[in-house]
C-alpha cells in the first residue's frame, strides 16, 4: 500500500491511498475462513464450508470491508507517524461502491482539515492588568450585619422592626374598606408576612412603626409581585383562587417576631470562623474583610480570564482555518447543521475553534497538567462552600473530604470539575508566565471596567 501527498493550501492536504491485491487478499482469506469457523451457514456443518463456498457466498463484502479498513488505518497510521494535526477526521474525496467484479486494484483519497501552525509567545514581555476590588469600611460593615443577623436570634418584639415577621390574622377587604363576609371571604387565621421580601416597598412601609394589637391594610398581590406561589402561600390558598386576588387586606397583629443580632465575643467569633481563628474585635474585622476579599476574587478572576482571552485572541486569531473542509466535516457529523444553514452558523463555530486552539497550544507550551490531588483540592473546597451556605462552617476535615470524594465519583460532576480545574491552572500558569499588572480598583471602578469587557 502506497500513500503519497498533496500540498492543497497550508492548512489542508490530500492524502492518496494505492491499494493493490497484495495488500488485502491475505487478510481477506483469512476473514473467511473465521466466518467459515464461528458462523453457522445452512446446508454446512460448522467448520466444514470451503473457501471456494465462503468466497461465493461473502466475498464480496468481506472483500469491500477489509479494504475499506485497511486504508482507513493506513490513513490513521500516517497521520500519527507523521504527526499532523488533524482538525476533525479525514474526509473521503468521493464515496462509492467497489468495483470488485473488475478490479483488483483501487485507489482512495481523503482531504486532511490541518490546525495552523501557532507560534505563542507568553513571558515577561507580556503585561495583562489584574484588578483586585478594594475591600471597604461599608463593605465590612454590610458584612458584620448579615453575620450577625445569620448567628443572631429571633424573638417577640413590641413594635415593628427592620427584617421583622409579622403574625396575625389576615382577613379580605372590600373596596370600600369594610370586611368581606360570606363563604368566598379569604381569612387567615395564623397568616405571616414577611414585609422585607416584598416587591411592592409601599407595601412594606404600611407596617413601620406598627405594634402588637395593630390593624394593617396591606394589597398582598401587590406585596408578592404577583408571583402567585408566593400570594399563595401568604393567604393559604391555592395558585387559581390566588390569580383573582386583586383587593387589600387587613392583618390583626397578634405577634412581632424581631430579630436580635448576634452579640461580639468568643461564641460568635467561633461560630463564624472556628474555634481559635479570632480572639477581638480588630481580628474579626480582618477576618471579615478577608471574607469578602475572598469572595470579590471569583470577579477579579472572571475579568482576568477574558482579558487574557480577548489578548491572544486579538494577537493570534486571525488563523488560516480550512473552513471548507471543516464545514463538510461539521455537516457530516451534526444532524442540527446542514448545507443551507452551515454558513451562517460557521462563524461562531470558527470563533470557538480558534479559542480552542489557542488554548492547547497555551497549554501545551507551559506544561500544564490537570492531576488527581488537584481535583480533590478543589473538590473539597467546593463542597467547604456549600457547607458554608446552610451556615455549617466547622466541619471536621474527613466530613469535607469524604463528601468531595463522593463528588468526584460521579461521571458528569467529576467532568465538570476537570474541565474549571483544568481552566485555573491553565490561567494561573498564563499569569505566572506573564508580567501581571496589579490594579486596586473600589467596587464601582470595577463594575465600569467589568461593563466595557
Same mark, same amino acid.
Given at each position: 500500500?502506497?500513500?503519497?501527498?498533496?500540498?492543497?493550501?497550508?492548512?489542508?492536504?490530500?492524502?492518496?491511498?494505492?491499494? =493493490?491485491?497484495?495488500?488485502?487478499?491475505?487478510?481477506?482469506?483469512?476473514?473467511?475462513?473465521?466466518?467459515?469457523?464461528?458462523?453457522?451457514?445452512?446446508?454446512?456443518?460448522?467448520?466444514?464450508?470451503?473457501?471456494?463456498?465462503?468466497?461465493?457466498?461473502?466475498?464480496?463484502?468481506?472483500?469491500?470491508?477489509?479494504?475499506?479498513?485497511?486504508?482507513?488505518?493506513?490513513?490513521?497510521?500516517?497521520?500519527? =507517524?507523521?504527526?499532523?494535526?488533524?482538525?476533525?477526521?479525514?474526509?473521503?474525496?468521493?464515496?462509492?461502491?467497489?468495483?470488485?467484479?473488475?478490479?483488483?486494484?483501487?485507489?482512495?483519497?481523503?482531504?486532511?482539515?490541518?490546525?495552523?501552525?501557532?507560534?505563542?509567545?507568553?513571558?515577561?514581555n507580556v503585561t495583562l492588568p489584574y484588578y483586585n476590588i478594594e475591600v471597604s469600611d461599608e463593605m465590612i460593615d454590610e458584612q458584620d450585619k448579615n453575620l450577625r443577623k445569620r448567628f443572631g436570634k429571633q424573638e417577640p418584639g413590641s413594635e415593628f422592626e427592620e427584617d421583622a415577621?409579622?403574625?396575625?390574622?389576615?382577613?379580605?377587604?372590600?373596596?370600600?374598606?369594610?370586611?368581606?363576609?360570606?363563604?368566598?371571604?379569604?381569612?387567615?387565621?395564623?397568616?405571616?408576612?414577611?414585609?422585607?421580601?416584598?416587591?411592592?416597598?409601599?407595601?412594606?412601609?404600611?407596617?413601620?412603626?406598627?405594634?402588637?394589637?395593630?390593624?394593617?391594610?396591606?394589597?398582598?398581590?401587590?406585596?408578592?409581585?404577583?408571583?402567585?406561589?408566593?400570594?399563595?402561600?401568604?393567604?393559604?390558598?391555592?395558585?387559581?383562587?390566588?390569580a383573582k386576588v386583586e383587593g387589600d387586606f387587613e392583618i390583626t397583629i397578634s405577634e412581632i417576631i424581631v430579630v436580635r443580632l448576634a452579640e461580639l465575643g468568643e461564641e460568635f467569633y467561633t461560630s463564624v470562623f472556628g474555634k481559635d481563628k479570632v480572639h477581638d474585635e480588630a481580628?474579626?474585622?480582618?477576618?471579615?474583610?478577608?471574607?469578602?476579599?475572598?469572595?470579590?476574587?471569583?470577579?477579579?478572576?472572571?475579568?482576568?480570564?477574558?482579558?487574557?482571552?480577548?489578548?491572544?485572541?486579538?494577537?493570534?486569531?486571525?488563523?488560516?482555518?480550512?473552513?471548507?473542509?471543516?464545514?463538510?466535516?461539521?455537516?457530516?457529523?451534526?444532524?442540527?447543521?446542514?448545507?443551507?444553514?452551515?454558513?451562517?452558523?460557521?462563524?461562531?463555530?470558527?470563533?470557538?475553534?480558534?479559542?480552542?486552539?489557542?488554548?492547547?497550544?497555551?497549554?501545551?507550551?507551559?506544561?500544564?497538567?490537570?492531576?488527581?490531588?488537584?481535583?480533590?483540592?478543589?473538590?473539597?473546597?467546593?463542597?467547604?462552600?456549600?457547607?458554608?451556605?446552610?451556615?455549617?462552617?466547622?466541619?471536621?476535615? =474527613?466530613?469535607?473530604?469524604?463528601?468531595?470524594?463522593?463528588?468526584?465519583?460521579?461521571?458528569?460532576?467529576?467532568?465538570?470539575?476537570? =474541565?474549571?480545574?483544568?481552566?485555573?491552572?491553565?490561567?494561573?500558569?498564563?499569569?505566572?508566565?506573564?508580567?501581571?499588572?496589579?490594579?486596586?480598583?473600589?467596587?464601582?471602578?470595577?463594575k465600569e471596567i467589568a461593563s466595557k469587557i
Open positions: 500500500m502506497n500513500i503519497t501527498t498533496t500540498k492543497l493550501d497550508d492548512v489542508s492536504m490530500r492524502l492518496t491511498v494505492n491499494v =493493490e491485491e497484495s495488500d488485502y487478499k491475505t487478510k481477506v482469506t483469512d476473514e473467511l475462513k473465521r466466518i467459515g469457523r464461528t458462523h453457522t451457514i445452512p446446508g454446512f456443518r460448522k467448520g466444514h464450508i470451503s473457501i471456494q463456498d465462503l468466497q461465493r457466498r461473502f466475498g464480496r463484502q468481506v472483500t469491500s470491508d477489509v479494504i475499506n479498513n485497511e486504508v482507513y488505518e493506513a490513513v490513521v497510521k500516517y497521520i500519527d =507517524e507523521n504527526k499532523l494535526n488533524v482538525l476533525g477526521q479525514p474526509m473521503p474525496v468521493e464515496v462509492k461502491e467497489l468495483d470488485l467484479k473488475n478490479q483488483k486494484d483501487f485507489t482512495f483519497e481523503y482531504d486532511l482539515a490541518l490546525a495552523p501552525q501557532l507560534d505563542i509567545e507568553l513571558d515577561k415577621l409579622v403574625k396575625g390574622a389576615i382577613t379580605e377587604l372590600n373596596a370600600d374598606g369594610t370586611v368581606k363576609e360570606g363563604d368566598d371571604a379569604i381569612r387567615v387565621e395564623n397568616g405571616i408576612v414577611a414585609p422585607m421580601y416584598f416587591v411592592d416597598k409601599e407595601q412594606a412601609e404600611k407596617f413601620k412603626g406598627a405594634k402588637v394589637g395593630d390593624k394593617v391594610v396591606f394589597n398582598p398581590k401587590k406585596a408578592a409581585g404577583d408571583n402567585l406561589t408566593e400570594l399563595s402561600s401568604m393567604l393559604n390558598i391555592d395558585k387559581e383562587r390566588a481580628e474579626y474585622r480582618a477576618a471579615v474583610k478577608d471574607m469578602i476579599a475572598g469572595e470579590l476574587a471569583g470577579n477579579s478572576q472572571v475579568i482576568f480570564r477574558y482579558t487574557v482571552k480577548n489578548d491572544l485572541m486579538d494577537k493570534y486569531g486571525k488563523m488560516q482555518l480550512p473552513d471548507e473542509l471543516l464545514k463538510k466535516w461539521l455537516v457530516s457529523r451534526n444532524e442540527e447543521l446542514t448545507d443551507e444553514n452551515i454558513n451562517e452558523r460557521y462563524p461562531a463555530i470558527s470563533e470557538d475553534l480558534k479559542w480552542q486552539l489557542i488554548r492547547d497550544k497555551v497549554a501545551e507550551k507551559l506544561e500544564v497538567k490537570i492531576t488527581e490531588e488537584a481535583l480533590l483540592a478543589y473538590a473539597k473546597s467546593m463542597a467547604a462552600r456549600q457547607f458554608a451556605q446552610y451556615g455549617m462552617t466547622n466541619l471536621a476535615e =474527613e466530613v469535607i473530604e469524604k463528601y468531595a470524594k463522593n463528588i468526584l465519583e460521579d461521571k458528569n460532576s467529576r467532568a465538570r470539575l476537570i =474541565e474549571q480545574v483544568g481552566d485555573n491552572i491553565l490561567f494561573q500558569a498564563i499569569a505566572n508566565a506573564i508580567t501581571v499588572d496589579n490594579k486596586e480598583v473600589s467596587l464601582d471602578e470595577f
